[in-house]
């Protein structure tokens, strides 16, 4: 059975920092693809940042390039996610997903939600002005 458990949100000042956890169980880690997407409420869930199975391949939305970093330990079945410099505007609930695709590289594919089988119950970031 995969779960996937994200941890490390909370409530955090603008201009902090938080860093996200999200562990995975049930699969073969590395062969997998692993994306973390938002959801502020009332707003569809969106895309945020992906990184390849081996991790030697990072995406991010455009907007926050340089502000969030993905990583991934793959010893440790780990993906995690650096925030800095929050806004309230990062304020959302986020989720971390599998896609058994480790390798694709395709944007049009990497953002859409149903490109990722599994999904965890998500952690909640707000970010107070």
């Known amino acids: 059975q995969v779960q996937l458990v994200e941890s490390g949100g909370g409530l955090v000042q603008a201009g902090g920092s938080l860093r996200l956890s999200c562990a995975a169980s049930g699969v073969t880690f590395s062969r997998y693809a692993m994306g973390w997407f938002r959801q502020a409420s009332g707003e569809e869930r969106e895309f945020v940042a992906r990184i390849s199975g081996s991790g030697g391949s990072t995406y991010y939305v455009d907007s926050e390039k340089g502000r969030f970093t993905i990583d991934r330990d793959n010893a440790k079945n780990t993906v995690y996610l650096q925030m800095n410099s929050l806004k309230p505007e990062d304020t959302a609930a986020y989720y971390c997903?599998?896609?058994?695709?480790?390798?694709?590289?395709?944007?049009?594919?990497?953002?859409?939600?149903?490109?990722?089988?599994?999904w965890g119950r998500g952690t909640q970031v707000t970010v107070s002005s």
């Open positions: 997903a599998a896609d058994r695709n480790p390798s694709y590289s395709e944007r049009y594919y990497y953002t859409r939600r149903s490109a990722y089988e599994y």
